[in-house]
């Protein structure tokens, strides 16, 4: 018969364990929260009221729910406490040994039918298990930040958790209103392993000074639809529960240096920059606890004050290429109140073009998002022209042909002998070396990568590309034309993948190396990503929907390019390209699309 659980303990009550405790109370059953400290106890209960009164606020819980929801709360210091309860969660610290500490204790102290169980995020559930006298009852039930949001639970079984005990997990989670996901034990199950590679290359870009804070957050909420960016998680998760999730992971999970905590996190730690539960971490908030970012010194100027820093003149814009992101591209450029030359290699192509770009408008004004007036004006702005020699009195162009590194080459030589002084050549590459166009000209100071996104007008973010060869006046032209747009640009330097491509695609990688090594499914491992993160697709909705053969020419670029062992594209990956299953476009690939 299924287990009752009418009282569960929560053994530490810090970012995770005041979340869970609130996920319990909420569905009402009774918890006994348990801290080390009178002091500890009370920040626990500060976070449990403060989250409980914005819920309030929100007009999310009524507050006669919430007065509820907190006298279901016993707050207790000491693991005594947990002698009546049916389930013990264990929320503390990420190390093993006072773990399993912990759960020697809980044994000895929890009635003999209670099931233990952690909530570790990368620690073996098994060797907690051993500490005990019943490892057949200890399960992982991972929680995600904030426990009261995210939908996801990871089950974890060890190989000698009896199955009563996970039946009787599952059902708990179905009771919470979680979606659980029941796997086996290993380092960082499925959404931590695939996230922390993410994060801790992240912080190694920003450590290498390769883009600021605010635009690598920027360019993955804006570029993926994230709903955080990476620096912002790590100090949601706190910098020191990162720290030894990483460095478990690194030595439990093969030694991939990918997982090898990046050296800065280890200094913040040190210097007491934990994120937000101390106030500090890659950003400052309010006070410790606080979700607010406050100004600090590494915070940019405002807009405003960036653009008129030598910032040149643009009044025309030239758009060279006829594909998808050319169209999109001139439509931005011409909806933003700039004159447009497009050029295409016939007039045949810019027929085809104008009439993307007018079907595309006149869907704007369908959808009530433009006027018939603008979108008019809009199209009286743009020349269509097969000849280059249209583009002698522009003040920028922008480069959208094919991914062909010697065909972009011939064009910016072409554009330097073409265009007037002082114009800036911009490429739209996605990921071929700017500096390599750059040197085609006899004037790489003005040569820049703006890397829209696809849909260029629905897509927010562009990634504005520096060479080292690239002016300061240069990048500032390329700042102030990106908001002028009302695109968020982001700097970054000239590497392989730029900020979102070099983050996104080893991510994809790694779920399809999972998934070839049967540990989970593609549903699950999609459905962690979405409810365990809050990510819009799971990687292999978002791998279908890129292309497989795209992003494995992206892998490819970035592991020729960095020679990291872990960017090695999945093999899986390569035979499903050469199967001819490259996504939706062909019908097939991770799934079946001609049924749906
Ligand atoms: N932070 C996250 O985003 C996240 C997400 C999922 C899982 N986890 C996992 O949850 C666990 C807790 O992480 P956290 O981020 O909440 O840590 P935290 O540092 O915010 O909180 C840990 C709490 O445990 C308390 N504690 C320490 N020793 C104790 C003891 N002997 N008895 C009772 N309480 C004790 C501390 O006082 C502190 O309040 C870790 O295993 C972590 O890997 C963290």
């Known amino acids: 018969m299924a287990r009752e659980f009418t009282r569960v303990g929560v ?33 626990g209960r500060v976070t449990l009221t403060g989250s409980t009164d914005r819920a309030v606020a929100k007009g999310k819980l009524a507050e006669a729910e919430r007065d509820a929801l907190l006298a279901r709360v016993d707050f207790r210091v000491g693991l005594d406490a947990l002698h009546d309860v049916d389930l013990v969660i264990e929320a503390v610290p990420e190390h093993l040994d006072l773990k399993q500490r912990i759960f020697a204790e809980l044994d000895r102290v929890c009635k003999p039918e209670a099931i233990l169980a952690t909530n570790t995020s990368s620690l073996s559930v098994t060797e907690i298990s051993v500490a005990t006298t019943r490892p057949n009852q200890v399960i992982g039930i991972h929680f995600f930040n904030p426990a009261p949001v ?14 009563d005990v996970v039946a009787d997990v599952e059902a708990l989670c179905e009771r919470l209103g979680k979606v659980d996901v029941t796997i086996s034990d290993r380092a960082g199950f499925i959404a931590n392993a695939l996230l922390f590679g993410y994060l801790n290359h992240a912080v190694g870009m920003f450590e290498a000074r390769y883009a600021t804070r605010e635009d690598i957050d920027a360019a993955m909420k804006l570029g993926c639809g994230l709903p955080m960016g990476p620096l912002a998680l790590m100090d949601l998760i706190g910098l020191d529960t990162a720290y030894e999730i990483l460095d478990t992971m690194y030595r439990r999970g093969g030694r991939d240096r990918r997982h090898a905590p990046a050296p800065l996190l280890k200094q913040m730690v040190t210097a007491g920059l934990l994120g937000r539960k101390s106030g500090r971490g890659f950003y400052t908030y309010e006070r410790p606890g606080s979700p607010k970012v406050v ?14 820093d030598g910032a040149r003149a643009i009044a025309k814009v030239g758009v060279v290429g006829s594909g998808t992101m050319a169209t999109g591209i001139i439509e931005v450029f011409a909806k933003a109140g700039y004159e447009v030359v497009s050029v295409t290699r016939g007039a045949e ?3 085809k073009v104008c009439e993307a770009v007018k079907t595309s408008l006149n869907k704007g004004v369908v959808r009530g998002k433009l006027s018939e007036t603008d979108r008019d004006e809009a199209l009286g702005r743009i020349t269509w022209s097969a000849t280059l020699e249209h583009l002698a009195d522009v003040d920028l162009v922008v480069e959208a042909v094919i991914e062909e590194l010697s065909v972009k080459k011939a064009l910016f030589a072409s554009l330097d002998e073409i265009c007037k002084p002082g114009v800036v050549l ?53 700042r102030a034309v990106c908001a002028k747009l009302g695109k968020t640009g982001v700097v970054c330097g000239d590497r392989s993948g730029f900020i979102v491509n070099a983050l996104l695609f080893p991510y994809l990688n790694d779920a399809v190396k999972m998934l070839e090594a049967s540990y989970s499914t593609a549903d699950d491992i999609d459905y962690a990503m979405k409810l365990g993160c809050g990510y819009p697709m799971g990687p292999f909705e978002l791998l279908d929907v890129v292309g497989l053969d795209v992003s494995l020419a992206i892998q490819r670029e970035l592991y020729l390019e960095l020679r990291e062992p872990g960017f090695a594209p999945a093999p899986l990956l390569e035979h499903l390209v050469t199967a001819g299953y490259l996504g939706r476009k062909s019908g097939r690939g991770f799934r079946d699309h001609t049924r749906r």
Not at 17 to 35: L, M, P, S, W
């Open 150 to 163: 995210m939908k996801l639970v990871e089950v974890v079984r060890t190989v000698v958790t009896s199955a």
């Open 11 to 43: 053994v530490g009550l810090g970012t995770m364990g005041a979340g869970i405790v609130e996920v319990f109370a909420r569905n009402g059953v009774d918890v006994t929260a348990v801290e080390i400290s009178d002091a500890a106890l009370e920040r």
């Open 426 to 478: 911009a490429t739209t590459t996605s990921s071929l070396p700017v500096i390599d166009v750059a040197m085609a000209t006899q004037r790489p100071a003005d040569v820049v990568g703006l890397h829209f996104f696809n849909p260029a007008p629905i897509m927010p973010l562009v990634e504005i590309v520096q060479t080292i060869r690239t002016s300061a006046e240069t990048s500032a032209t390329a």
């Open 349 to 351: 192509k810019s027929a």
């Open 295 to 308: 100004p600090d010194e590494y915070t940019p100027l405002a807009a405003d004050a960036a653009l008129a």
